[in-house]
């Protein structure tokens, strides 16, 4: 218990801290923003907060509220005070690392050294102010360094020096505060002084003046009334000049803002003078005389001068300690040197042991290298003579596929996708031609010219095909499948060559071309040739979507094992009947999807077999047909490494619906290679589009 009560005091101390810290920013945050309006008020608050974090370990807090003290105090002329606060700030800022506050020191350090007439150290302050700024990635900070430096090269008169950094300031424009603003356009209007070009001038203050009186701005207004009054006078405009110059002055001395006050009478007896009343100059340097003494008080500069040859002792005090403490490390440096030497001479010893061993092991297992390489290139020469296998092979496996050129002559709309997994596949595409009179084979040709086995021409031999109609019109019809054999790879290829020959057997020997009764003969068939084998209830065989297509009249015959044919048909176009409605799988606002399914088997072996169904759909134009394998749908991949699905890829499909199939056919590669990503292809890909 009584270490859970002292648990308990230490974390409310410690959240007791940490309020207090964030309030105190709070606090002299707040201080800040009420600077331009109400000094006085900023100034009270920020002593308020020191006083009460005197004893406190809180010094970013403390440096903090120094540093807004010190803006007060170089506004009210202090001099000596400011020093001391703003070299206080940076002692801290500089042990904690805080880089952006540290910078606004040395920015408004600069200024004050400015203002006694210390330019060269004014200008250094400065320089490192931006550098830290930039450091600090605080873009405000480096708008308002840039602001001061622009001020610096227009006092000096160096305008080419200024120019260089107003352009710059521009580049922040758009992310500059309202108060950074007042200082853009003063800075640009002194520069336009500086050059004669008077016009630009008081129209660069009288947008300055606008801002300084938006945000309440009391030393900026004054200044900036003395220094439009500043161009009046240079255009010898001595009635303007003296209105704005006594306004200016009555700010300043309401507020005391005694450096104001100074620039206002300075500029005021320019103007008597300019006028011939030199006995209103007079006057008017008398009371000037009164405010410059207040400022440049000799006792005030020479305890700032006091104040800075503390600091710059101090600061030689650090680096000889430094240097101390580096000879000192030089030393013991030695010293561990010296061990050093002793260790490397055992280590040495150990080494020459170690080298023994290795060398002896370096024997035995360059033996071991040698016989490992030998092995290694027999294996080289075996996977060489695989390979040439493989590729030989394929262009075995080319010869049966159609060529895409006899596909595009028949199917002049349409587009294959064909990727297989290795070299050669499982998967394959077919396609006939044929001449028939109302079902009845006048005869068909192969149309793949790379193949020197194709079936030739014939006529009809089967006595039990439809015999043609009485017009005797002749019926152009292709069949077209998607097949996707057992395996993929060699034996996958191996497969789908018997397969694609029982195909072309089918159509020979049955002379019609009806897709069911293909699909009966052509599983007839791969049993059989399967069966001679050794082997028994060998499950090879294929999956396949056939399609028969008769160009005349537009009627698709379609059976599956497996696989099914899917139909896209504009909405708009489309004839629905009830029995169309059975096989409608998906709708969007302009296209229906319609899915006629392939039987539950395949070609080949099965435990239940059953005669392949055949279905039959009058065609519109413009209607799509899809058959494919299921490499696509299977493919693992995206975000979640999950299979792509058959629902999306129609969901994909109608989405492309009102593309040319070329680039449908480009869709869905870069689809498939972008979802399967770095991922291995899991199973031969064929993908067959066709536009009626």
């Known amino acids: 218990m009584k270490l859970k009560g002292y648990i308990i005091l230490l974390l409310g101390v410690f959240l007791n801290g940490f309020i207090l810290a964030q309030t105190t920013l709070d606090r002299i945050q707040y201080a800040s923003d009420l600077y331009f309006s109400n000094p006085d008020s900023s100034y009270l608050i920020c002593k308020e907060v020191e006083e009460k974090l005197k004893n406190t370990r809180n010094q970013i807090e403390i440096g903090e509220a120094q540093l807004c003290q010190a803006r007060y105090l170089l506004l009210k002329t202090r001099f000596d005070e400011a ?8 002692s801290i800022f500089e042990e904690e690392n805080r880089i952006s506050s540290l910078a606004k020191c040395h920015s408004l350090k600069a200024i004050l050294l400015d203002r006694i007439s210390n330019d060269d150290e004014a200008l250094q302050h400065q320089r490192k102010a931006y550098n830290l700024y930039v450091k600090a990635k605080d873009l405000k900070g480096q708008v308002s360094s840039l602001t001061n430096l622009s001020l610096d090269f227009i006092e000096a008169g160096q305008n080419d020096s200024s120019l260089f950094y107003l352009n710059k300031l521009l580049e922040y424009e ?4 309202s108060t950074s603003r007042y200082f853009l356009h003063q800075n640009f209007a002194m520069y336009y002084y500086n050059t004669k070009d008077y016009p630009a001038a008081i129209s660069s203050f ?4 606008q801002v300084a009186e ?5 030393d900026s207004k004054a200044t900036c009334l003395m220094l439009t009054a500043k161009v009046y006078l240079a255009q010898k405009k001595y009635q303007q000049a003296e209105e704005l110059l006594l306004k200016s002055l009555a700010i300043a001395q309401e507020n005391q803002l005694l450096h104001e006050t100074n620039e206002a009478y300075i500029k005021l007896i320019e103007l008597y003078e300019s006028q011939g009343n030199y006995k209103q100059a007079f006057a008017t340097e008398k009371l000037n005389d009164q405010v410059e003494k207040e400022i440049y008080n ?11 040859s503390q600091l710059k002792l101090k600061e030689k005090e650090t680096i000889i300690a430094q240097k101390e403490l580096d000879i000192k490390n030089e030393q013991l440096n030695t010293m561990e040197a010296r061990s050093e030497v002793t260790q490397l001479i055992y280590l040495v010893a150990l080494f020459v042991l170690v080298l023994i061993f290795v060398v002896i092991i370096l024997l035995r297992t360059r033996k071991l290298n040698s016989r490992i390489q030998t092995q290694k290139l027999m294996l080289e020469e075996k996977n060489t003579e695989i390979t040439d296998s493989i590729n030989y092979a394929k262009r075995i496996q080319s010869a049966i596929l159609p060529s895409t050129e006899s596909f595009t002559e028949h199917l002049p709309d349409s587009f294959i996708l064909y990727k297989p997994k290795d070299i050669v596949a499982g998967d394959f595409y077919w396609m006939q031609t044929i001449r028939s009179n ?14 020197q086995n194709s079936i030739p021409k014939t006529q009809n031999t089967n006595p039990n095909a439809q015999q043609p109609t009485s017009n005797n019109e002749p019926q152009n019809v292709i069949l077209f499948a998607a097949a996707d054999c057992t395996g993929h790879g060699v034996p996958g290829a191996l497969v789908s060559v018997v397969c694609s020959n029982a195909l072309n057997q089918s159509l020979k020997e049955l002379g019609n071309v009806s897709p069911s009764e293909i699909l009966e003969e052509t599983r007839r068939l791969v049993k059989d040739r399967f069966s001679k084998g050794n082997e028994t209830n060998v499950k090879d065989g294929m999956d396949i979507a056939l399609c028969s297509l008769n160009k005349n009249t537009n009627v698709v015959e379609f059976a599956g094992a497996n696989n099914p044919l899917w139909i896209i048909r504009n909405k708009e176009s489309a004839a629905r009947s009830q029995e169309q409605e059975q096989y409608l799988s998906l709708t969007t606002d302009n296209y229906l999807l319609y899915e006629l399914k392939g039987d539950k088997q395949p070609v080949g072996n099965h435990f239940k077999e059953k005669p392949f169904t055949g279905h039959q759909e009058q065609l519109q134009s413009g209607d799509i047909l899809y058959i494919f394998s299921d490499g696509f749908a299977d493919q693992f991949g995206g975000p979640k490494g999950k299979k792509f699905m058959y629902s999306q890829l129609k969901e994909l499909l109608l989405s492309i619906a009102h593309k040319p199939l070329q680039e449908q056919r480009q869709v869905l590669d870069q689809t498939f290679e972008s979802w399967k990503g770095d991922l291995e292809q899991l199973d031969d890909v064929c993908f067959i589009g066709v536009r009626i």
């Open 438 to 451: 109302e079902g009845g084979v006048m005869g068909y040709e192969p149309i793949n010219p790379k193949s």
């Open 214 to 218: 938006d945000l309440q701005m009391i």
């Open 298 to 308: 000799l006792d005030k500069i020479n305890k700032i001068n006091e104040i800075e």
């Open 206 to 209: 009288e947008k300055a003046l």
């Open 83 to 90: 020093t001391t606060k703003l070299n206080s700030a940076i």
């Open 174 to 177: 758009d992310q500059m505060k």
